[in-house]
């Protein structure tokens, strides 16, 4: 579990590119001392540390992975947001992050302002029922609240230190970033789903019964 806070801007080594998955290392001295094994959000997706050299991590990617993320695009040279897995003492400044990527969002305008930069990026249509306004959204792994939402059009603010600390200074117009939505929305939906469906066959049993 993570909390949308990016601790650092990592720079991505290697790329090695596989038919179904491919395997990349980041390099950043706030990963020194990652064990194997450790989960570590990188552009807001949650990757193992399947090797571990000082501050050099490598991780395995799933196709799932990089069919639902940018990851897939990375290249060597690259920086990308990280973050280490929360522990129980971790001060929770954003939102509950799983680090389970839903899907690309884009970029599709970026307008400065004097105090912070308003953003607006259009989400997958079949998340847009998750995101309200003043709401909690992950973009790109940092946690971002909302401050409009028109459809599958999303408004955020970026405050000049996350513009510092995350890649966000540099994306632009037309930049693909990874979206992962509240988690507690989707449980919700789910839950009142579960609930119809059990209320609609109580009826239904319940008229048989009546009937017979």
């Not at 998955?21 to 001295?29: C, E, G, M």
């Not at 940092?142 to 000049?160: D, K, Y």
């Not at 994306?171 to 939505?181: F, I, K, L, S």
Request: net charge negative; hydrophobic share 45%; charged share 25%.
């Amino acid at each position: 579990m993570f909390t949308g806070i990016v601790e650092s801007l990592a720079a991505v080594t290697a790329v090695e590119r596989r038919a179904d998955s491919a395997r990349v290392t980041i390099q950043d001295p706030l990963l020194d001392g990652t064990g194997l094994g450790d989960s570590v959000a990188v552009n807001g997706v949650c990757l193992t540390a399947a090797i571990v050299d000082g501050p050099r991590i490598t991780a395995d990617v799933m196709l799932e992975t990089l069919r639902r993320s940018s990851l897939g695009a990375l290249t060597p040279g690259d920086r990308v947001n990280i973050e280490r897995a929360a522990t129980v003492g971790t001060l929770l400044g954003g939102h509950i992050v799983q680090g389970h990527v839903d899907g690309l969002g884009k970029i599709l305008n970026r307008r400065p302002s004097e105090a912070w930069d308003v953003v607006t990026v259009e989400i997958p249509d079949d998340l847009r029922r998750y995101v309200v306004e003043k709401g909690s959204i992950a973009l790109d792994g940092v946690s971002l609240t909302v401050a409009g939402v028109e459809g599958a059009v999303v408004t955020v603010s970026l405050i000049p230190e996350t513009l510092r600390r995350t890649t966000w200074g540099a994306r632009a117009a037309g930049d693909m970033v990874n979206v992962e939505v509240d988690i507690f929305a989707k449980y919700i939906e789910r839950l009142v789903a579960d609930s119809v469906e059990r209320a609609i066959a109580g009826r239904i049993t319940g008229g048989e019964t009546e009937e017979s």
